[in-house]
């Protein structure tokens, strides 16, 4: 059976795609995975590393740019609906899934007018605007939160969880109490980092003079800012790792003992499911807020603090650090709270749906 996931831009959209393709495959040894996305985005790089082929479509976003890229944008959707249908003619994929990004909307759209099963999958609590239009088309709706908001029609739709990469549930069998040593915390703003927490934590780093030796920091930055960042670590005489990207994040989430880092759905479930006490500073500028709804459940849950962008500082980031290093039992039971919120069964509900689908098609 052949499978062909649509979309990513970033690891919020692409690494649910992964864990997906993962379970697919498990599934069977037979089957076969086309990904589709965009010479930009991250797949191109961590998709040729993992060994999955990937097609490109050139499409670009529309909302929140300025009205002359909007247009150009608005523009290319007809060619790339085009390059959609000569890569499913050539393919012939029993379903296709769009996991969200700028491909998952010309390639979905086009399966569906082709008479091919299709399905979407939404991470956040708040759905963006193409899944609510794709939603309209789709055999399937694959949720990650309840649909409070009834964007969906619930016949079609199905709460799985946001999928989680196989390394996840190794890694979350591998955990084991930590010995002595430094206490670890993981600092990442996404795949493409994010620069306000990456001069947050420096500036937190410089304030954190009294525990500064009992702490490490492993700190993705993204391209732009590892050689500023690793040089201010240097000068600080702070123990750290510096990368501009983590491909083993799930290594990386099993040595933290705390992380810092934004609210995307993803990184959520996959903070969830390793148990992991966190500090979420939501992207502010996120479609309709909806990193704030993703920090507030767990926040609800009493599994993480949540610090708005606008409030974030050096001193205030400091202050919370220090608050929780100096009293273990609170992130010991904040892990424990975060645990009880994880998922790991969404990547095989999700695959398993999708060969029913295809199935029902195929005796048809």
């Known amino acids: 059976m052949k499978m062909m996931i649509a979309g990513g831009g970033t690891g919020g959209h692409l690494f ?3 864990a997906i393709a993962e379970a697919f495959l498990k599934k069977d040894g037979e089957n076969e995975i086309l990904f589709v996305g965009t010479e930009r985005g991250l797949e191109k790089r961590v998709l040729k590393e993992l060994g999955y082929p990937l097609e490109t479509l050139d499409i670009e976003g529309i909302k929140g740019r300025s009205w002359k890229r909007s247009i150009q944008a608005a523009f290319k959707i007809p060619g ?13 994929p029993d379903v296709v899934i769009g996991v969200g990004g700028y491909a998952s909307g010309p390639a979905v759209l086009t399966a569906h007018f082709m008479g091919i099963k299709t399905a979407i999958a939404e991470q956040n609590a708040l759905p963006g605007v193409t899944n609510r239009i794709l939603s309209k088309f789709v055999d399937k709706i694959f949720l990650s939160f309840p649909d409070r908001g009834k964007w969906f029609p619930e016949a079609r739709s199905m709460v799985t969880g946001n999928p989680i990469r ?30 306000a927490i990456n001069i947050a934590v420096l500036a937190a780093a410089a304030e954190l003079e009294k525990s500064r030796e009992k702490l ?7 391209e732009k800012d590892v050689r500023e960042i690793r040089d201010a670590y240097k000068r600080l005489n702070m123990s750290a790792e510096v990368h501009p990207f983590i491909m083993d994040m799930a290594k990386a989430y099993q040595e933290a003992d705390l992380l810092i880092c934004r609210a995307g759905a993803t990184s959520v479930a996959e903070i969830t499911a390793m148990g992991k006490a ?16 993703n920090a507030e459940i767990l926040v609800h849950a009493q599994a993480a603090i949540m610090i708005p962008e606008k409030d974030l500082s050096g001193r205030h980031l400091a202050d919370t650090i220090e608050r929780l290093t100096g009293h273990p039992e609170t992130i010991e039971d904040m892990s424990k709270r975060s645990k009880a919120l994880g998922n790991f069964r969404a990547a095989d509900d999700v695959a398993e749906a999708c060969i029913k689908m295809a199935t029902s098609q195929i005796l048809h």
């Open 278 to 293: 966190a500090i979420l500073i939501p992207f502010p500028f996120a479609i309709n807020d909806h990193q704030t709804k």
């Open 216 to 222: 490490q920091f492993i700190h993705q930055t993204g």
């Open 80 to 92: 790339s609906i085009m390059q959609a249908y000569k890569i499913i003619s050539k393919y012939s």
């Open 166 to 195: 196989a390394s996840f549930d190794t890694g979350r069998e591998m955990l084991k109490k930590k010995e002595e040593g430094p206490f670890q915390i993981l600092i990442f703003g996404g795949s493409q980092g994010a620069h």
């Open 16 to 18: 649910p795609g992964i």
